[in-house]
């Protein structure tokens, strides 16, 4: 043969056999098939086969299977990021004429989806997170979906999700958990009842601020052809590069996430402490709406917490003080090794609700008395 055609066609040998710790990076789009008439009866296959690099990959099929392990599910379809594992539960769950339940608490950009959801004929209602079983009152006959998300985005309210479900399923309704604070393992979502669980892996399986990428985990036949039938048109294919980043991510997340619920209760009761903070929302701490259903449902606590600072502090106050922080640096995102600290202008219905401006804080791996120095340094800017 040619040179030429040896470059592609390969005759040389490797030794068989070879076994690591790593899993492997496949890559591949196009995926070969021994007959043509393998590769037809193969082309509904996503997962028991492989038919097409869009749907996966064995690196990309060995992370959802490790989170379908993680979190008990059905399946777990991995997607290019939290966003996207949101926009594929309404895609899958909803068509014009339905009715949704989304609590105020919920993701800002999931709220923003709403509106464009809007247009193709899905009322969006939103609902108070603590409503429990009384959300009853606000299914109606078109409700096709209730969201929850436990503890809130910001202000960290925790829901009492086996009685949402409850008043859901009593309904027929289905009800879908944005997970991604508890990492898919510290609370236990179909345990909880939940049909479909969602995760925003960027935080904390990747853990290191380096990827993007989301799962929808079902937990039974009928979520996983809803969901399925769905994704499998959408184009929602996720490199192995970065799904093999994840994998790493994953090894290491029972530390980290233990290193950070420590670290992050230190910082969370030492400004708890301070005369210029009014209230600490950390879910495992009294002060947090909803810390009830934390302590019976939750079998630990993560990185992110919120601040509520005393009536007389102003929003420019408390931006110029996460300015001056200096280990904390100011982004979007969280979960990481790598402290983060910002402020929400555009809520201001929380800073209302809470009677006090509010500042979000995501505890890296720094060590806790640095981070303390550092806000009691910038605490120090307000007098
Ligand atoms: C970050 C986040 C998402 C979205 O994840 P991306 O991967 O950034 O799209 C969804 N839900 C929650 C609660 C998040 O914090």
Redesign the pocket.
């Known amino acids: 043969m040619h040179w030429k055609t040896r470059l592609l066609h390969m005759t040389a040998k490797v030794p068989e056999g070879f076994r690591s710790l790593v899993s492997p990076v496949h890559r591949g789009s196009t995926v070969v098939f021994d007959r043509q008439r393998d590769a037809h009866d193969n082309w509904r296959a996503d997962q028991e086969g492989y038919a097409y690099g869009l749907f996966g990959t064995p690196t990309v099929l060995e992370l959802g299977a490790r989170i379908a392990d993680l979190e008990g599910a059905r399946h777990s379809f991995v997607v290019?990021?939290?966003?996207?594992?949101?926009a594929l539960v309404y895609l899958a769950c909803c068509r014009p004429g339905d009715h949704v339940l989304l609590p105020w608490s919920?993701?800002g950009?999931?709220v923003e989806l709403t509106r464009f959801l809007t247009d193709f004929g899905v009322e969006i209602e939103q609902y108070d997170p603590m409503l429990g079983e009384d959300l009853a009152s606000r299914i109606r006959e078109n409700t096709a979906l209730v969201w929850v998300?436990s503890p809130?985005?910001i202000t960290m309210e925790v829901q009492d999700v086996p009685a949402i479900v409850k008043a859901a399923h009593e309904r027929g309704v289905q009800v879908a958990l944005?997970n991604?604070?508890a990492a898919g393992v510290l609370f236990d979502a179909f345990a909880a009842g939940v049909d479909i669980s969602?995760?925003?892996?960027?935080?904390y399986v990747g853990g290191h601020s380096d990827l993007?990428?989301?799962s929808v985990s079902v937990r039974d036949d009928s979520g996983y052809e809803r969901i399925g039938s769905t994704w499998r048109l959408l184009g929602m294919g996720v490199s192995p590069d970065d799904a093999s980043r994840a994998l790493r991510g994953l090894q290491t997340m029972g530390l980290r996430l233990e290193q950070l619920e420590r670290s992050t209760l230190i910082v969370a009761r030492w400004l708890k402490d301070q005369p210029q903070i009014a209230r600490v929302l950390h879910p495992a701490l009294p002060d947090c709406v909803g810390h009830e259903f934390w302590k019976r449902d939750f079998t630990g606590s993560a990185s992110?917490f919120s601040v509520v600072f005393a009536p007389q502090v102003t929003a420019a106050q408390v931006s110029d003080l996460a300015d001056a922080l200096q280990l904390f640096d100011a982004g979007?995102?969280?979960?990481g090794v790598r402290s983060l600290a910002m402020t929400y202008p555009t809520r201001r219905d929380l800073a209302r609700r809470y009677g006090g401006e509010i500042l979000r804080l995501n505890i890296g791996l720094e060590a806790p008395d640095d981070l303390i120095a550092d806000l009691q340094a910038a605490l120090g800017t307000l007098r």
């Open positions: 290019p990021s939290g966003m996207a594992a949101i919920a993701y950009p999931n998300e809130g985005s944005d991604t604070y969602i995760q925003a892996l960027t935080k993007l990428m989301g992110l979007y995102s969280w979960g």
